[in-house]
């Protein structure tokens, strides 16, 4: 008696539990397939990657906005493996968390990760996404490398010559340019060190939404950097059904838009004021993100919003080395041999570039909601001052973008009273 009443409860217990598991807001209607074990694993490593860098990058004064693609990040912390041997190899694993993991998993997963993340067709998004390994003139890249470093993380190789750098530079921002159709017409304006390799990811992305913003419904508005410091920028309004979520206590509110098909969505995290945001930053954690997320209910906000381009370049390179990645970066202990075949390379710089554009195209929705008694007195979402943010893909968990936005291209209002 006893065993199946037991698995009666169970199965009782099964289905409550079942009933309260979100629903995945995958569609599956684009017939987008399961991540295989081994890529989940990445996304979730790469996911932890993406909170341990936005915080070392937070710390730095002299870093304002912030946009980073940690499943990219992850992929040239990928290629760096597979170029180095040794500690230079290990290490590289370790800042993904990966140390565990066989490389050929690493390789592999990380490869079907970054193919299922930025697969247009199936996510209905814009982002062009150009990676390039670019070594001194008297570096000749090993032929196995270069075929797969371009087969798992779509890495392009090329030489460059540093003793013309104005030259150099213009041919690195010409590619990046051309590979984002004039979105990022530029990466950086120097390079310090010239005698090493350099890796960079010139970006463009735009979300499109799930139900989309009109057109018309933008004008212009201040945007307070600081107290003190206001900017003019278009802003985009709507009101719509979304998750949202008030924590009086910490003082923020969040909100969840979803992309297209829902594949991804964009969460917002903003304080209730206008402040620095290091006091949101100190809670923000991968397990934190889990919670707020968990505490969503669905319901009418309005959402204000900035409408620009904004385009953010970090040379990676001093916070990867502060998460552990030391070697690769070292001129005297690198060994990058399985790049070249010979222990004459170390990574000088790692530019990450990324021209993001808020915009408000979408998909078209059921206008009929806007009669119906669940759009009234909406939640403000009026996103005048720093935030931060994240692109999360719906399926792994992984993040295709953290960001946060501090400064918005614009010129300085006049000083109100
Ligand atoms: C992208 O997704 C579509 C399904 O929507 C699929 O047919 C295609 O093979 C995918 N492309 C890549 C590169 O994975
Ligand atoms: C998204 O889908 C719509 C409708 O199918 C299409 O017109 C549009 O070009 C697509 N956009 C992107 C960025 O894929």
């Known amino acids: ?47 932890g990657l993406a909170f341990n860098l936005y915080r070392v990058m937070a710390q730095d004064k002299g870093v304002e906005n912030i946009l980073l693609s940690p499943v990219v990040v992850a992929s040239s912390l990928g290629l760096v493996s597979l170029g180095g041997k040794a500690t230079t190899a290990s290490q590289a694993k370790a800042v993904l968390s990966a140390d565990k993991l066989r490389d050929d998993d690493v390789h592999t997963g990380l490869a079907e990760l970054l193919a299922s993340v930025s697969n247009n067709t199936a996510r209905n998004v814009t982002w062009k996404l150009g990676s390039r390994l670019y070594g001194p003139s008297s570096v000749s890249f090993a032929e196995d490398f270069v075929q797969s470093s371009k087969k798992h ?194 990574l000088a710089s790692v530019f990450h570039a990324t021209a993001f554009e808020w915009d408000t195209e979408g998909n078209p929705f059921d206008q009929d909601i806007y009669g119906r008694e669940e759009l009234r007195s909406p939640k403000l979402f009026y996103a005048d001052h720093p935030f931060i943010f994240l692109v999360q893909d719906a399926q792994s968990g992984s993040l295709l973008f953290i960001g946060r936005l501090v400064r918005p291209k614009g010129d300085k209002m006049r000083d109100e009273l």
Not at 164 to 188: C, F, H, M, Y
Not at 231 to 246: A, C, E, I, Q, S
């Open 1 to 47: 008696m006893w065993p199946t009443q037991l698995l009666s409860a169970l199965c009782l217990l099964a289905v409550a539990g079942a009933a309260e598991v979100k629903k995945p807001a995958t569609a599956g209607k684009s017939g987008e397939a399961k991540l295989s074990e081994k890529a989940s694993t990445l996304a979730e490593r790469s996911a």
């Open 153 to 346: 993380y779509n890495y392009e190789h090329s030489k460059i010559n540093f003793r013309d750098k104005r030259s150099a530079l213009q041919s690195i921002n010409e590619w990046a340019s051309q590979t984002t159709d004039g979105k990022l017409p530029e990466v950086t304006k120097d390079v310090e060190k010239t005698d090493g390799a350099l890796i960079v990811n010139a970006m463009f992305f735009k979300p499109h939404w799930d139900e989309r913003f009109h057109h018309k419904m933008v004008d212009n508005r201040g945007f307070m950097v600081t107290r003190s410091y206001t900017v003019g920028v278009p802003m985009m309004h709507r009101t719509g059904l979304y998750n949202y979520y008030d924590d009086e206590t910490e003082k923020l509110q969040m909100v969840e838009m979803p992309l297209a098909h829902k594949l991804s969505s964009l969460i917002i995290i903003m304080p209730h004021h206008v402040e620095p945001l290091e006091r949101l930053e100190k809670l923000l954690t991968k397990e934190q993100l889990k919670t707020w997320l968990g505490k969503m209910k669905k319901r009418a906000v309005a959402i204000s919003l900035p409408k620009g381009v904004v385009e953010v370049t970090h040379d990676l390179q001093k916070h990867l080395a502060g998460l552990g990645l030391t070697e690769a970066m070292d001129k005297n202990k690198a060994d990058l041999s399985r790049m070249s075949g010979k222990k004459d390379l170390y």
